[in-house]
């Protein structure tokens, strides 16, 4: 942070100087050509009088030559004038420009701190539990249904590990190297399985799902989609209060795959919609906020929903809550199933 503000520092320090001794120099040329205009007309005067073509000062501003001249100084004070418009101009938009890019270096930096501050505690946490749990099978002779919860236990936190790497190694792909792999994907059967899962750890939540039919498929990543929709859902059960009721509709057109997620959470105001698919993004900070993430979750979906050629967009779910919709493209092989169903 400090870097940054003796960086910016430096720049308006070095700004000030430019325009201080742009203005001393526009002042001095100004002069320089008033001074030279004048010294100009009196030489042509002299010369003029000593020639007995003119007789008094009146007869000498009402010449050709004098006029000429004027009208060259004008151009001359003009050029001058409109040289130090266009500087004005141009550092007012690099000061604005280098003002942008602080704040958004400023951003990013918070963003980094609060993603340090998160993965760190993402990290910390499961391992903390397993390993109380590992010493407490060395230490204690346990119950078989003692065995069973304390290894159930581990096995969560294990998928919290996995699933924390697998989102990192998948966030450090997307940015390099992720090109979608596409084969057909039962949609429904994806996203019953995913809730399956989710159940185990959010086990008083309450899933709504209104689907297609079982045989409409969408063609993609099976690894990337199901990604993007297990990061989509337990996002909406996150940030809603308990017990979540999530809401999961798969629609069709001609054209497009829909898939939505609602929730009946806080919602997102319209600045943050603009910001929440941003890498590292997340609404308030570290020290504030109690639920769990690392601000990958939103930039993950959004990339691989761009990554196949889709749309997402947050729309605010009614009576409360936020709903996200992705809009995927149809495969040709497919769209002949999709003809008779309408959103």
């Not at 003796?6 to 320090?13: E, F, G, M, V």
């Not at 602080?102 to 993965?119: D, G, P």
């Not at 249904?145 to 924390?164: G, W």
């Not at 039962?186 to 899962?197: A, C, G």
Request: glycine share 4%; net charge positive.
């Amino acid at each position: 942070m400090k870097k940054y503000l003796s960086l910016r520092l430096l720049s308006l320090i070095v700004i000030a100087y430019m325009l201080i001794a742009f203005a001393w120099w526009s002042v001095l040329l100004y002069t320089k050509n008033k001074d030279a205009f004048i010294a100009k007309a009196e030489y042509m005067k002299i010369v003029m009088i000593a020639e007995s073509t003119i007789k008094s000062d009146q007869e000498f501003l009402q010449t050709q030559a004098y006029q000429d001249l004027a009208k060259q100084y004008q151009r001359q004070e003009w050029m001058i004038l409109g040289e130090a418009f266009v500087f004005v101009i141009s550092l007012v938009i690099g000061v604005w420009l280098i003002n942008r890019g602080y704040n958004k270096e400023i951003v990013v930096a918070n963003q980094q701190k609060n993603f340090l501050l998160s993965i760190t505690h993402e990290l910390k946490s499961p391992l903390s539990s397993i390993r109380l749990i590992l010493e407490t099978f060395q230490k204690r002779s346990l119950k078989p249904e003692q065995v069973a919860k304390f290894t159930n236990s581990a096995l969560q936190e294990t998928d919290r590990l996995t699933t924390l790497v697998n989102d990192l190694l998948l966030a450090a792909k997307i940015e390099t190297t992720y090109q979608p792999s596409k084969e057909p994907i039962p949609l429904t059967e994806t996203v019953e399985d995913i809730i399956s899962k989710l159940k185990i750890k959010f086990n008083t939540a309450v899933f709504k799902v209104d689907s297609l039919p079982d045989n409409i498929f969408i063609e993609g990543d099976r690894l990337g989609i199901t990604s993007a929709l297990i990061n989509l859902i337990e996002n909406a059960l996150k940030y809603s209060p308990k017990p979540a009721n999530i809401e999961i509709l798969l629609r069709s057109n001609q054209q497009n795959i829909i898939i939505e997620v609602a929730d009946q959470g806080l919602g997102i105001s319209d600045r943050e919609k603009k910001k929440v698919f941003e890498k590292f993004y997340r609404v308030g900070s570290e020290d504030t906020r109690k639920t769990k993430g690392t601000g990958l979750g939103l930039f993950i979906v959004n990339e691989i929903v761009k990554a196949h050629q889709g749309k997402i967009i947050i729309l605010d779910n009614e009576p409360k809550g936020t709903r996200f919709r992705i809009s995927l493209p149809a495969s040709l092989e497919f769209k002949s199933e999709l003809e008779h169903i309408n959103i």
